[in-house]
């Protein structure tokens, strides 16, 4: 028996290698490293080894290759514009998580123990979670590139595993911090189950889990019709559950307001950029052909998620939890990319991902900039005459929502506008109705927000707005700048999307 | 024996396991649930192997029993500190967010 060496272009999968990597150091440093110079040293082998894989994508951005892990991954445009994306994003909030307010110093202990308040009157911080954030950030970026379904499996449990961790950080409110890491765990297992279970009917149709074993199968179609849609159907639920589309979308609500606020902005951010990625390969390459069989079924989700999440969305009171309606209805204007499937709705949903992902992170520091003795109030009517106080966090928090509403000069209407325009190309009308009409629904809320914001009175209960910290002030600025950027001056994006914008099979 | 029967019963199994998950009120029961579903989809993997004629889905299966293992620790680790700092694994006692 011979047994051939898999050979592996380690310069095409260098940025998931230089992460891990990092991670592992992270685990070291962890392990072996003094107290006091720790969260120094994690802080930069995590910003470090971010930013070097996002120059190494940079670098590789013209190769095309589908050999580069013997068959397993495919390195392609798209590929490397969601790499991209996915490392803006976590270099951004990694300073919002470097502010260690936000976690708890004693993860272990019982919350009012006094295990808890020995360790946080020792000045312990919590530095695991860069490692944590390091891993889940390598899934993310395996995720949109898989080419076969065991690593899309595999990719999907590495990123979603440091994320249920993680999500039970909080400092302040820690059961409610707790509760929301079980419901994220015990939904987001429950997804995958169905993900994988519809992993192996595609596998049985097709005899092979390679995505392009598929597409030939697909596009054969000598196999049975059944097992095929029973394995899209149970596929797309899982996807749609991590993206939060409607009626998989119980977990967010919860999950973004009881997670640690950077945490919450990081994973609502880069997981969309992730999970979309993976979503518009596996349609737009490996089931264009079975068209017929998925594109009815997600108008449907698409129209459903963007109207129940902008109306819910509108009676929220607690501005975590308005933020995740609002990112399930988001979910509905990026399901209208994927819908699209034709090039323009590939370029629009990237571009739209890389926008509303680096918002997203810029409105979560926001909210943890806003608190009172006990921690952060994410109670809206205590944000009232907010703009009166702060000026300055109050307007830049009112620029992420004119972005979120989509308001012209602003990052979200150039995606708004190229996704939608993309969707009705293809034909889905009643889609891009939907959309505007529930933009329209989504303007209104945000738009509350900043009436209440700069219109209202204060109420004088202690809220205030604590001075940021130099890291917060990072994450702050550079999601404002690209916003700003973004929307003022789109076409370089677009035009450097353009030309990469090509899924090879 | 035919192979069909088995994708029938690992399809009986994922529906038991999705079942349970959704009636059942423990925090480790529901996981164990989760845990069926995994272990119908292995079931589905290999019976599919074996009518294919080919040996991917039996790989496919080890990998998801790696996964499931890595699973169960994070999983674990969550339901104990949610029930050393409630005493209890329900699931509807845990109902301190949508407030």
Redo the contacts between chains.
């Keep these: 028996m011979v047994f051939n060496s898999p050979t592996l272009s380690y310069s095409l999968l260098s940025p998931i290698l230089i992460i891990l990597a990092g991670a592992l150091i992270g685990v070291l440093i962890e392990a072996f490293v003094g107290k006091a110079v720790r969260p120094i040293a994690q802080l930069s082998v995590a910003l470090g080894s971010l930013v070097l894989a996002l120059i190494q994508v940079i670098r590789i951005r013209d190769f095309t290759s589908t050999a580069a892990a013997i068959g397993s991954v495919v390195i392609d445009g798209p590929g490397i514009l969601f790499q991209g994306a996915i490392l803006v994003i976590a270099i951004i909030s990694i300073f919002l998580i470097a502010d260690q307010d936000n976690f708890t110093s004693s ?2 202990a ?2 009012g123990s006094d295990e808890e308040r020995q360790a946080a009157q020792s000045g312990t911080v919590l530095t695991e979670i860069y490692p944590l954030t390091l891993f889940a950030v390598s899934g993310m970026l395996l995720f949109p590139i898989a080419s076969d ?2 690593t899309l ?2 990719a999907l ?1 590495v990123l979603s ?1 440091p994320l ?2 993680m999500a ?1 950080l909080s400092r302040h ?4 911090s ?6 994220y ?2 939904l987001g ?2 997804s ?3 993900f ?2 519809g ?3 595609l ?2 149709y097709a ?3 390679s995505f392009a074993g598929i597409h030939a199968a697909v596009i054969g179609g000598t196999g049975n019709d059944v097992i095929l849609l029973l394995g899209i159907a149970f596929v797309a639920i899982g996807l749609l559950f991590k993206v939060g589309a409607v009626p998989f979308h119980a977990w967010s ?2 999950v973004y ?2 997670s640690p606020t950077p945490i919450t902005g990081f994973m609502a951010a880069a997981t969309k950029v992730a999970a979309f990625g993976a979503m518009l390969r596996l349609f737009y390459t490996v089931l264009a052909e079975a068209q017929w069989q998925w594109r009815p079924f997600f108008m449907v989700i698409a129209i459903i998620t963007m109207i129940f999440g902008s109306l819910v969305a509108i009676s929220q009171r607690d501005v975590k939890r308005m933020l995740a309606y609002s990112s399930i209805a988001h979910a509905g204007f990026l399901l209208t990319g994927v819908i699209a499937l034709n090039k323009a709705g590939l370029e629009a949903s990237i571009y739209y991902l890389f926008a509303y992902g680096v918002a997203t992170v810029g409105a979560f520091g926001i909210v943890t900039l806003v608190r009172d003795s006990s921690g952060e109030v994410s109670d809206l009517n205590r944000w009232a005459g907010l703009g009166k106080r702060s000026p300055w966090v109050a307007s830049a928090f009112a620029f992420f929502l004119l972005a979120f509403a989509g308001i012209p000069l602003t990052s979200g209407f150039i995606g708004k506008f190229a996704i939608f325009s993309a969707a009705y190309e293809s034909g889905a009308t009643a889609v891009v109705i939907v959309g505007v009409l529930s933009s329209a629904i989504a303007a209104f809320f945000y738009i509350r927000v900043i009436v209440l914001m700069f219109f209202t009175d204060a109420t004088e209960d202690g809220t205030s707005v604590v001075i940021p910290s130099i890291l917060t002030r990072l994450t702050i600025f550079i999601s404002l700048a690209i916003t700003v950027a973004l929307g003022v001056f789109p076409s370089p994006l677009l035009d450097f999307i353009k030309p990469l914008a090509i899924f090879i099979r | 024996m035919n192979s069909a029967n088995y ?1 029938y019963l690992s399809a009986l199994l ?1 529906t038991i ?2 079942v349970g ?1 959704v009636i059942r009120r423990n ?1 480790i029961v ?2 164990m649930c ?1 845990e069926l ?2 272990n ?3 079931l ?2 290999v ?2 192997s074996r ?4 040996l ?2 039996q ?2 299966a080890f ?2 029993m790696v ?1 499931a293992a ?2 169960v620790v ?2 674990l ?3 104990v ?2 029930y ?3 005493r209890s694994a329900s ?1 509807d006692d ?5 407030r």
Excluded at chain 1, 173 to 176: E, G, K, P, W
Excluded at chain 1, 178 to 183: D, I, P, S, T
Excluded at chain 2, 94 to 98: F, S, V, Y
């Design positions: 993860p272990a019982l919350p379904l065991i499996f595999v449990e595993l249920y961790l039970g409110r820690r059961l409610a707790q509760e929301a890491a079980l419901k765990f015990l297992a429950f995958s189950a169905f994988l279970f992993s192996a009917y596998y049985g005899g092979t889990v609500p919860d307001q009881g | 994708l994922f396991g999705a998950v925090a529901v996981f989760v579903m995994l119908a989809a292995n589905t993997f019976t599919f009518i294919n004629g080919n991917d889905g790989i496919v990998f998801t996964v890595c699973e994070v999983g680790a969550i339901i500190t949610i050393r700092s409630r699931v845990a109902n301190l967010l949508k």
